[in-house]
């Protein structure tokens, strides 16, 4: 029997299929050179439909058409679009990115912020694991990694995380550090979009604190910079503005919306100025402001409570913070955000703690402190003081003092390093360790026999400290496991015992040490007599 004839209708689905798929395979061939404007050819398609039929849009609307603005970047078309630009924003992600998954609706809506604005900069991405090639040639090598190529040469990304954030950096970078604002709707529309910004007021465009306002709005990277003429825009932008310039002043969104600038119009001036205001009076510490809160130079105070409680002591901590807002940054943090608290509460040993604290760090020279009393406004005033004046007593992590009733091997924690180390009256074995140490388990395994080894000698004591949890400022270890001899006569001077020795070789050693020690005390008490 004969196979039956196609029909006609499948053979004009057929060849609707070849020319198809020819249609693909060409736009695919074809697409480097025109992708870009393919995609801004879509878009203004859009805007027309939208503006003859006006329908209400979604944010996940706007995300979705911010998303297509975004070049997507592969083996073909990456040494195009970074030759064939002047400005090229590209952010290098893996899909399997916690970060880069966060980043990158907030890098979308900053391309479609950018491209409102009409800046010329073409916003790429590339996905690092699919496109290992293009992305080590364009110098990705973390997720996410944000680079600026201008005329192909590559620039680090040094803003913040937010979409606004990213815009700023970006028009700065391309040579638009400023936005002027010329009529009553322009300034209302830019407050709608700005919670944070510096605005300038001149008479002329044209005189040297212009040029200065100018030099510290390229030099800046974090804060949006306005301008106007009109002491009537002024006066939308910023509060009770008396002339129409030199003025100058920094807006944020918290009660101290406005703080106005008195000093000299020279860069270096005005950069300071912004350093000391740009953040409000108590932050509160997110993943997207992070990076800019540990990048500050500030000593910082930190008060780790939950969110409700917290409420009640945002006025005293304010009150505070006005007092000390050029030198301390007050930062709050969630205590129940365990990706940001416990990173800090775990430098003082207390990750597991409920309550509210107060605690300060000076990053230069790693010191921590604790506020041991209640938060009231006069006692964080105090605390803050001393902090200035480098008064504060340092804080030491330490475990409660443990019970070494009948013990072999004491405990030791850092509030009794001192009694049992360093004022004892006898010879000290102390072992350092921490519970992630690979090699610290056989060095406890050795010290326990040495202790069995050296038991009933009245004149030698055995103890151990777990560094994870206690600290002392004499105690300064580099590697775990260690061991230390403090002979009785010198305890200001331990001697390093070697960890990798067999325990009959310390034993060996550790009798060396001694009667050393005992020839030592025999020789000064014959000089006595």
């Given at each position: 029997?004969?196979?039956?004839?196609?029909?006609?209708?499948?053979?004009?689905?057929t060849?609707?299929?070849l020319?198809s798929?020819?249609?693909?395979?060409?736009s695919?061939?074809?697409?480097d050179s025109?992708e870009?404007?393919?995609?801004i050819?879509?878009?203004?398609?859009e805007?027309?439909d939208?503006?003859?039929?006006p329908?209400?849009?979604?944010?996940?609307?706007?995300?979705?058409?911010?998303?297509?603005?975004?070049?997507?970047?592969?083996n073909?078309?990456?040494?195009k679009?970074?030759?064939?630009?002047?400005?090229?924003?590209?952010?290098?992600?893996?899909?399997?990115?916690v970060?880069?998954?966060?980043?990158?609706?907030r890098?979308a809506?900053?391309?479609?912020?950018?491209?409102?604005l009409?800046?010329?900069?073409?916003?790429?991405?590339?996905?690092?694991?699919?496109?290992?090639?293009?992305?080590?040639?364009?110098?990705?090598k973390?997720?996410?990694?944000?680079?600026?190529?201008?005329?192909?040469?590559?620039?680090?990304?040094?803003?913040g995380f937010?979409?606004e954030?990213?815009?700023?950096?970006?028009?700065?970078?391309?040579?638009?550090p400023?936005?002027?604002?010329?009529?009553?709707?322009?300034?209302?529309?830019?407050?709608?979009?700005?919670?944070?910004?510096?605005?300038?007021?001149?008479?002329?465009f044209?005189?040297?604190?212009?040029?200065?306002?100018?030099?510290a709005?390229?030099?800046?990277?974090e804060?949006?910079?306005?301008?106007t003429?009109?002491?009537?825009?002024?006066?939308?932008?910023?509060?009770?503005?008396k002339?129409?310039?030199?003025?100058?002043?920094i807006?944020?969104?918290?009660?101290?919306?406005y703080?106005?600038?008195?000093?000299?119009f020279?860069?270096?001036?005005i950069?300071?100025?912004?350093?000391?205001?740009?953040?409000?009076?108590?932050?509160?510490?997110?993943?997207?402001?992070?990076?800019?809160?540990?990048?500050?130079?500030?000593?910082?105070?930190?008060?780790?409570?939950?969110?409700?409680?917290?409420?009640?002591?945002?006025?005293?901590?304010?009150?505070?913070?006005?007092?000390?807002?050029s030198?301390?940054?007050?930062?709050?943090?969630?205590?129940?955000?365990d990706?940001?608290?416990?990173?800090?509460l775990?430098?003082?040993g207390?990750?597991?703690?409920?309550?509210t604290?107060?605690t300060?760090f000076?990053?230069q020279?790693?010191a921590?402190y604790?506020?041991?009393?209640?938060?009231t406004?006069?006692?964080?005033?105090?605390f803050g003081?001393?902090?200035?004046?480098g008064?504060?007593?340092?804080?030491?992590k330490?475990?409660?003092?443990?019970?070494n009733?009948?013990?072999?091997?004491?405990?030791?924690?850092?509030?009794t390093?001192?009694?049992?180390?360093?004022?004892?009256?006898?010879?000290?074995?102390?072992?350092?360790?921490t519970?992630?140490?690979?090699?610290?388990e056989?060095?406890?395994k050795q010290v326990?026999?040495?202790?069995?080894h050296?038991?009933?000698?009245?004149?030698?004591?055995?103890a151990?400290?777990?560094?994870?949890?206690?600290?002392?400022?004499?105690?300064?270890v580099?590697?775990?496991?260690?061991l230390?001899?403090y002979?009785?006569?010198n305890?200001?001077?331990?001697?390093k015992?070697?960890?990798?020795s067999?325990p009959?070789?310390?034993?060996?050693?550790?009798?060396?040490?001694?009667?050393?020690?005992?020839?030592?005390?025999?020789?000064?008490?014959?000089?006595?007599?």
């Amino acid at each position: 029997m004969l196979p039956p004839k196609p029909t006609s209708k499948f053979i004009l689905l057929t060849i609707i299929l070849l020319i198809s798929l020819s249609l693909f395979i060409n736009s695919t061939i074809s697409q480097d050179s025109d992708e870009i404007e393919d995609l801004i050819a879509l878009d203004e398609e859009e805007e027309s439909d939208t503006q003859s039929t006006p329908k209400p849009s979604s944010d996940t609307d706007v995300l979705t058409k911010a998303q297509r603005i975004v070049l997507e970047l592969n083996n073909d078309n990456t040494q195009k679009a970074i030759d064939g630009n002047e400005y090229v924003f590209v952010l290098g992600y893996a899909p399997w990115d916690v970060r880069s998954a966060e980043l990158m609706p907030r890098f979308a809506e900053a391309a479609g912020s950018l491209r409102e604005l009409k800046t010329q900069v073409l916003m790429a991405k590339v996905d690092a694991e699919r496109y290992p090639k293009p992305a080590s040639s364009l110098g990705v090598k973390g997720y996410p990694t944000l680079l600026l190529f201008v005329n192909g040469t590559a620039q680090p990304y040094t803003g913040g995380f937010s979409s606004e954030e990213i815009v700023i950096w970006v028009r700065k970078k391309t040579g638009a550090p400023i936005i002027r604002i010329e009529s009553i709707d322009e300034a209302n529309d830019f407050l709608k979009k700005h919670s944070t910004f510096a605005v300038g007021v001149f008479d002329k465009f044209e005189v040297p604190d212009y040029d200065e306002f100018v030099k510290a709005a390229a030099a800046d990277n974090e804060i949006q910079f306005v301008e106007t003429c009109s002491s009537q825009i002024a006066n939308i932008l910023f509060e009770d503005v008396k002339s129409t310039g030199p003025f100058f002043g920094i807006v944020k969104s918290e009660p101290e919306r406005y703080t106005l600038y008195e000093g000299a119009f020279e860069k270096d001036k005005i950069l300071q100025f912004l350093n000391d205001n740009k953040f409000p009076l108590v932050t509160f510490l997110t993943e997207v402001n992070s990076v800019k809160v540990y990048a500050s130079d500030k000593l910082q105070v930190y008060v780790f409570a939950e969110a409700d409680e917290f409420q009640k002591l945002l006025e005293p901590f304010q009150n505070a913070a006005r007092k000390f807002k050029s030198k301390i940054m007050f930062v709050f943090v969630d205590i129940k955000d365990d990706n940001l608290a416990k990173p800090f509460l775990t430098l003082f040993g207390l990750e597991d703690s409920e309550d509210t604290l107060v605690t300060a760090f000076d990053y230069q020279t790693g010191a921590k402190y604790l506020l041991e009393s209640d938060p009231t406004t006069a006692n964080i005033e105090e605390f803050g003081s001393g902090l200035l004046k480098g008064v504060l007593p340092l804080f030491y992590k330490s475990q409660a003092i443990p019970d070494n009733k009948g013990a072999d091997i004491l405990t030791v924690v850092g509030k009794t390093f001192d009694d049992l180390a360093l004022s004892s009256s006898k010879n000290i074995v102390l072992e350092v360790y921490t519970p992630w140490c690979l090699n610290c388990e056989t060095t406890s395994k050795q010290v326990e026999k040495l202790a069995k080894h050296f038991k009933g000698l009245e004149n030698l004591v055995f103890a151990r400290m777990d560094a994870s949890v206690n600290e002392h400022p004499k105690l300064e270890v580099e590697d775990y496991p260690t061991l230390l001899f403090y002979p009785v006569n010198n305890k200001s001077n331990p001697i390093k015992l070697p960890t990798k020795s067999s325990p009959k070789d310390l034993a060996i050693l550790i009798n060396k040490y001694l009667k050393e020690q005992a020839h030592d005390e025999q020789h000064v008490t014959k000089d006595e007599l």
